[in-house]
């Protein structure tokens, strides 16, 4: 008969220390996950209802990061608890110190984005003024992507900080090189800058996101800010992709900085006879037909009298640059045809003067003879 102290010694020989340890592990997360989902599901059908709409978003996204937090602690402490040191312990032990990093930062990026989306959610419902939308969807976006940037970096930064190799390498490179540590500044440089000037670009707002601007010559819509660059779509549905700190360095046209109304202009080239009144009174008219004149700005002068023609020009206003230029092509268009039909002599044409000079006398007469 095999004696209690015989069968222990048979079960140790069959199940080793380490191999005990890891299925102690391996059944504590089970249970912890088990655990983490009864929780949660429970959180859910008690407050429904009852909770605000962000700590029922931040509820939902909770989850992942949450779970493995859970795992982490919990499998630390009964790794602690163990009788004996399991092989590789320290490895497992690295490896939830790793886990533990990663919750931290996974949590913070979860809270950020859902707090970020709330946010947005309220401030732009039932918003009318386009500006204030532009100007908050900026902020928002911005903010959030410098802050998650920020975060990912902090926490990957943290995790190398965990490998020994890594970190005696960092310390002993920035404690004994200083050019080195130098170097590894300036090649960073354009990567902090648009950080950088991507903070500023939220706060100070010189562009946003649907504004039309004129950079390098090129007029196109802001269609993307991203952390490090612009996106914008040119008129011709090219793409222009700009870094942020251009718009922090030098200077660019924003066409929509304070309204998304601006000005167009329309000249003409008559001739001198061309009745300016009656030319100003059509094109009033013409503008008062049109339905993409917003009714503010209206005007026709006289700015120019050259050696064959005078230079009219006329002033328009509309709700937008697409509607401006649509807006003076159809003014230029029909005021053109509208001279053509009643008063064709309006149009430039050149002229030519004759002169008659008196005949020269007769031969003899007055004159000598040869």
Not at 13 to 18: E, I, T
Not at 25 to 32: I, K, T
Not at 93 to 99: P, R, S
Not at 269 to 296: C, H, I, M, Q
Request: glycine residues 8%.
């Amino acid at each position: 008969m095999l004696t209690i102290s015989s069968a222990m010694a048979q079960w140790q020989a069959l199940w080793p220390n380490w191999l005990t340890g890891f299925a102690v592990l391996a059944v504590v997360a089970f249970l912890l996950l088990f655990l983490h989902s009864v929780v949660m599901n429970a959180l859910r059908l008690v407050l429904r209802g009852r909770l605000a709409e962000f700590a029922s978003r931040l509820l939902k996204r909770i989850g992942p990061p949450t779970r493995l937090g859970v795992l982490v602690v919990g499998l630390g402490v009964t790794l602690q608890g163990l009788p004996e040191r399991v092989v590789g312990h320290d490895l497992v032990e690295w490896g939830l110190l790793f886990g533990f990093i990663i919750f931290l930062g996974w949590g913070a990026i979860t809270i950020v984005n859902t707090a970020s989306e709330y946010y947005l959610r309220h401030a732009l419902k039932g918003s009318e003024d386009s500006m204030l939308s532009r100007k908050i969807l900026t902020q928002v976006r911005l903010l959030r992507r410098t802050i998650v940037f920020g975060l990912g970096f902090l926490t990957l930064a943290a995790i190398l900080m965990t490998i020994p190799a890594v970190r005696q390498y960092g310390v002993s490179l920035f404690a004994s090189a200083g050019v080195a540590g130098l170097a590894i500044g300036l090649a960073a440089r354009p990567v902090l800058s648009n950080l950088i000037a991507g903070v500023q670009l939220a706060v100070t707002q010189p562009v946003r996101l649907g504004d039309e601007v004129l950079v390098e010559s090129e007029f196109g819509t802001v269609e993307e800010i991203q952390t490090t660059y612009v996106v914008i779509r040119l008129w011709d549905l090219r793409r222009m992709v700009v870094p942020l700190s251009y718009f922090m360095e030098k200077p660019f046209q924003n066409w929509t900085r304070q309204s998304t109304s601006i000005i167009g202009a329309v000249h003409w080239y008559l001739d001198y006879s061309t009745p300016v009144e009656a030319v100003r009174a059509r094109f009033l008219e013409l503008l008062k037909e049109s339905p993409l004149w917003n009714g503010d700005v209206a005007a026709l002068q006289v700015t120019d009298a050259k050696e064959g023609t005078v230079e009219l020009r006329g002033l328009m206003s509309a709700a937008s640059s697409g509607a401006a230029f649509d807006l003076r092509c159809e003014i230029r268009e029909k005021l053109i045809a509208w001279l053509q039909e009643i008063y064709p002599h309006a149009l430039p044409r050149g002229r030519i003067e004759v002169e008659n000079f008196p005949a020269y006398p007769p031969q003899g007469v007055g004159g000598r003879h040869h």
